[in-house]
């Protein structure tokens, strides 16, 4: 579905770490694109799987230092993609897997799925946030499903927020699992690229489940979840609003007179017209909306 250009991608890595990094660490990397651009077939994976578990020791694993066009331009290479959390490390280890020859495509899933399953939490981070950027994306699914059922929280964030691979290739089921998982470690949904786009009568069904089960439980439920059920909703969803004003926090009544209003459903607009009719102007009048990444 889309492939970033890989010319341009190596170049903004490569100038995002030598702004980042020192002489030592600069060198290493000059070092290693020269190593890798030359070849002229793969070298054994023990190669990669060196300089992928080396790089923290030579260029750090500091935050890139970024200018605000830095972040424009990993919006042209990939729109959706989102690098101001990206370490040198991690920045580094991504380099690496563009550098490598993937035209045989069977050959370079091979090194990658080595590199997937004896990784440890730095390296799959690394590997995740690699993946709108890759060749053969689609290809690359089994490893992102994968992604979705991690218990490391960072690795799961890494696929799940400010990626946009998901959004173009995790489709339903695992599309709606990925949501899921997001909302249960309590992952901020608006992060997630398109998350808009994510919205299904499935998915609403299963989100106002959870709700009612956090409820029953007296566990808070994040108000974000209502975002997604919010093109789905009919008189069913009455009740989960009512609940929302009268038990909720401010910001759970803010959503309720959203939800209301980006809906348009008469009952949803009258229950929030007699409960928070100054929330409901604040929504008509745009002072309130749904969070921004």
Same mark, same amino acid.
């Given at each position: 579905? /889309?492939?970033?250009?890989?010319?341009?991608?190596?170049?903004?890595? !490569?100038?995002?770490?030598?702004?980042?990094?020192?002489? $030592?660490?600069?060198?290493?990397?000059?070092?290693?694109?020269?190593?890798?651009?030359?070849?002229?077939?793969? $070298?054994?994976?023990?190669?990669?799987?060196?300089?992928?578990?080396?790089?923290?020791?030579?260029?750090?694993?500091?935050? #890139?230092?970024?200018?605000?066009?830095? $972040?424009?331009?990993?919006?042209?290479?990939?729109?959706?993609?989102?690098?101001?959390?990206?370490?040198?490390?991690?920045?580094?280890?991504?380099?690496?897997?563009?550098?490598?020859?993937?035209?045989?495509?069977?050959?370079?899933?091979?090194?990658?799925?080595?590199?997937?399953?004896?990784?440890?939490?730095?390296?799959?981070?690394?590997? /995740?946030?690699?993946?709108?950027?890759?060749?053969?994306?689609?290809?690359? &699914?089994?490893?992102?499903?994968?992604?979705? &059922?991690?218990?490391?929280?960072?690795?799961?964030?890494?696929?799940? #927020?400010?990626?946009? /691979?998901?959004?173009?290739?995790?489709?339903?089921?695992?599309?709606?699992? #990925?949501?899921?998982?997001?909302?249960? *470690? @309590?992952?901020?949904?608006?992060?997630? *690229? &398109?998350?808009?786009? !994510?919205?299904?009568?499935?998915?609403?069904?299963?989100?106002?489940?959870?709700?009612?089960? $956090?409820?029953?439980?007296?566990?808070? *439920?994040?108000?974000?979840?209502? &975002?997604?059920?919010?093109?789905?909703?009919?008189?069913?969803?009455?009740?989960?609003?009512?609940?929302?004003?009268?038990?909720?926090?401010?910001?759970?009544?803010?959503?309720?007179?959203?939800?209301?209003?980006?809906? @348009?459903?008469?009952?949803?607009?009258? #229950?929030?017209?007699?409960?928070?009719?100054?929330?409901?102007?604040?929504?008509?009048?745009?002072?309130?909306?749904?969070?921004?990444?």
């Amino acid at each position: 579905m /889309y492939q970033a250009n890989l010319t341009e991608a190596r170049k903004l890595l !490569r100038q995002w770490l030598r702004q980042s990094l020192d002489d $030592r660490g600069n060198r290493w990397v000059d070092e290693k694109m020269v190593f890798f651009e030359t070849m002229q077939t793969p $070298r054994p994976a023990k190669d990669v799987f060196l300089a992928f578990g080396m790089a923290p020791r030579v260029v750090g694993k500091q935050r #890139l230092e970024l200018q605000m066009s830095d $972040r424009q331009d990993a919006q042209n290479l990939r729109p959706g993609l989102h690098i101001h959390g990206w370490t040198t490390d991690q920045t580094a280890r991504i380099l690496i897997l563009l550098l490598l020859p993937h035209d045989d495509a069977n050959t370079y899933a091979k090194t990658l799925n080595q590199l997937f399953t004896t990784a440890d939490v730095g390296e799959l981070t690394a590997l /995740y946030s690699a993946l709108p950027l890759l060749p053969h994306p689609e290809a690359l &699914r089994p490893q992102a499903a994968e992604g979705v &059922r991690t218990n490391m929280g960072v690795v799961f964030n890494a696929l799940a #927020l400010d990626n946009p /691979y998901p959004a173009d290739y995790l489709y339903d089921p695992a599309g709606n699992q #990925l949501v899921l998982k997001a909302v249960f *470690v @309590g992952s901020p949904l608006h992060r997630m *690229v &398109r998350i808009d786009e !994510r919205a299904n009568a499935t998915l609403a069904r299963i989100l106002r489940d959870f709700a009612h089960e $956090r409820w029953a439980a007296g566990r808070p *439920v994040s108000p974000e979840i209502w &975002r997604l059920v919010t093109p789905f909703v009919s008189d069913l969803v009455l009740p989960d609003v009512r609940h929302l004003f009268e038990k909720g926090t401010e910001t759970e009544q803010e959503t309720a007179a959203l939800m209301a209003v980006r809906s @348009g459903h008469p009952g949803l607009l009258s #229950l929030s017209a007699e409960k928070r009719p100054d929330l409901v102007k604040k929504a008509q009048n745009g002072e309130i909306g749904w969070p921004a990444a």
